[in-house]
């Protein structure tokens, strides 16, 4: 009997989210950095094996918004939680249970479907008391159906947790051919590897204010090896263009250098990447700007 379903991973920003997914299908489909509020759509991730399908739904971590844009982050994770046969809420062990995690558990106390608390990082933690009285504040705040111990970055007990998805999941069909790991179109996957690199390059106010634009991508006319992509870094302040260009162009060209190798592996062609930073002011609070860079729907 084969399986399939949809499940989506919630939880507060920089639980792991990203890295579990990416981890799961080995290959990257959806960003990662140190930094909150990495993740901004929500991402698809479909894994599939002799026995099943399993669409992952990688989402924004929910947190209080500061600007249309964070609503808009907030609100499609939520939504989420409405259309899936199972929910995955990830956690980092390293933090304490807080506001967040309560408002998270509010939430879940509305769905019907099976509840999964993801307890990842492990790998972290060295003391496995205070872990385990942790565990225990969400164990009595929420009746799961399962909880596990995980770490995303290494693997640890990762395959445990699918062929606990898989007993979970109904008889289903095949949604998507065996080759493919996302629904999302190569532009966009492009853009948010570019936008990594922003995040991991530069610090203070510049990676929550940040958006990648594809202009073009096409064919080189007299290399077909070769593809042309012409993006822009999207920023609301000049001081901000000031630090993405970097002193005689040395910051917007590195992350070029860095972007082109993740595109190059993912398009399996050679890359000319062109670059240029644009200011847009106040971008993440005008709907204009917001549907003009994709985040409409849920505004």
Not at 157 to 182: A, C, F, R, W
Request: aromatic share 8%.
């Amino acid at each position: 009997m084969f399986k399939s379903g949809f499940v989506t991973i919630i939880g507060r920003p920089n639980s792991g989210k990203s890295t579990f997914l990416n981890k799961v299908l080995g290959q990257k489909i959806t960003i990662t950095s140190d930094k909150p509020q990495t993740t901004r759509n929500n991402i698809s991730g479909i894994y599939t094996s002799k026995e099943s399908q399993i669409i992952f739904i990688d989402t924004p971590g929910i947190h209080k918004p500061q600007h249309k844009l964070g609503a808009f982050m907030t609100h499609s994770a939520i939504n989420t939680l409405r259309s899936v046969d199972l929910i995955m809420f990830m956690i980092d062990s390293t933090q304490y249970f807080g506001k967040g995690d309560q408002f998270i558990i509010e939430l879940l106390k509305g769905v019907k479907v099976p509840v999964f608390l993801i307890v990842n990082k492990v790998d972290l933690i060295e003391d496995i008391v205070p872990l385990k009285n942790h565990i225990d504040k969400f164990k009595k705040s929420f009746n799961f159906k399962g909880i596990f111990t995980v770490s995303a970055l290494r693997g640890d007990n990762l395959d445990k947790l699918i062929v606990d998805i898989e007993n979970e999941l109904s008889e289903g069909p095949k949604y998507y051919p065996d080759d493919q790991i996302t629904d999302h179109p190569e532009r966009f996957i492009i853009s948010e590897l570019i936008r990594e690199k922003v995040l991991r390059l530069t610090k203070e106010e510049i990676p929550h204010s940040v958006m990648v634009l594809i202009e073009y991508i096409e064919n080189d006319d007299k290399n077909p090896n070769l593809i042309n992509i012409h993006a822009s870094i999207i920023v609301e302040r000049n001081s901000q263009k000031g630090i993405i260009i970097g002193k005689g162009g040395s910051m917007i060209k590195e992350i070029g250098t860095l972007a082109r190798k993740d595109i190059l592996y993912l398009l399996g062609s050679k890359v000319y990447l062109d670059l240029h930073c644009k200011v847009v002011k106040d971008w993440r609070n005008k709907d204009f700007h917001l549907r003009n860079f994709g985040y409409e729907e849920e505004l």
